[in-house]
C-alpha cells in the first residue's frame, strides 16, 4: 500500500513538473523579492520622515518630505533662487515645540509652524509661519509669517544625498534647526526660555 502511495506521488510530481516547463524546457522558478538597497531608496522621489530632538526641556518634531539629490542640479535649478520653498517636498514642511522659544528677539508660543526658506545665492531667508498644514507653497501668506530671519548658507559640505533635518543642543538653552541637503546647509537659530 505504502508502495502505491509514493508511485502515484512520485506520478503526480512529474506531470506536474512537466506542465510548468516554459518555452526554454526548464522548470519556472519565482526568485524571493531583494530587499530594498540605498541605491534603491535614492531613486524614489521622496520619503517620510521625522527628526525629534530636546534642546533643554523644550521637545521640537519636524515632519518633512525627503527628496533625493539623483544627480540632479538642486540650487538655481531644481530648488529656484528667490522663491518661497516648502524646504523638502510635497506638504510643508512642520516644526512643532512643545514649549515657546525665542528666535533673535522674537518670542515663538509653543505650537506648530510651516518652515519655508526662501533660498539665494548668498543669503536665504528662513521662515516661520503659522498655516503649518499647506501643500507646496501655494497656499503660503506672508501675512501668517510668525517670523523671517537672514542667514548665510554653509556651503562645500560632503554631499547630503537626501534632504534631513537634524536638531542641535548647543548647550545653555541655545540650539538650532538644521536643514541639509546636497553640498549646502542653512540653520535656525533659537534660545529656550
Not at 522558478?29 to 531608496?41: G, I, R
Not at 523644550?58 to 530648488?79: D, F, M, N, Q
Not at 548665510?152 to 559640505?157: H, I, L, V
Request: glycine share 8%; proline share 5%.
Amino acid at each position: 500500500m505504502n508502495k502505491l502511495i509514493y508511485i502515484l506521488a512520485l506520478g503526480l510530481l512529474i506531470v506536474s513538473c512537466q506542465n510548468k516547463k516554459g518555452e526554454n524546457g526548464g522548470h519556472e522558478h519565482h526568485q524571493p523579492e531583494k530587499a530594498p538597497t540605498e541605491q534603491s531608496d535614492n531613486s524614489k522621489k521622496s520619503i517620510p520622515q521625522e527628526a525629534h530632538g530636546n534642546v533643554g526641556d523644550t521637545h521640537i518634531t519636524i515632519k518633512y518630505h525627503s527628496p533625493a539629490v539623483r544627480e540632479r542640479v538642486i540650487w538655481g535649478g531644481l530648488v529656484p533662487y528667490g522663491e518661497v520653498w516648502v524646504t523638502g517636498a510635497h506638504s510643508a514642511t512642520n516644526i512643532e515645540f512643545s514649549k515657546a522659544i525665542q528666535v533673535e528677539e522674537t518670542t515663538i508660543p509653543k505650537g506648530k509652524y510651516a518652515f519655508f526658506t526662501i533660498p539665494g545665492q548668498d543669503r536665504w531667508t528662513l521662515i516661520l509661519n503659522k498655516n503649518w498644514e499647506q501643500h507646496l507653497a501655494d497656499d503660503y501668506d506672508q501675512a501668517d509669517d510668525v517670523i523671517r530671519i537672514e542667514v548665510t548658507p554653509e556651503t562645500g559640505m560632503p554631499l547630503t544625498e537626501r534632504l534631513t533635518y537634524t536638531i542641535e543642543d548647543k548647550g545653555e538653552g541655545s540650539g538650532a534647526i538644521r536643514m541639509s541637503w546636497e553640498k549646502l546647509s542653512v540653520s535656525l537659530p533659537f534660545k529656550t526660555d
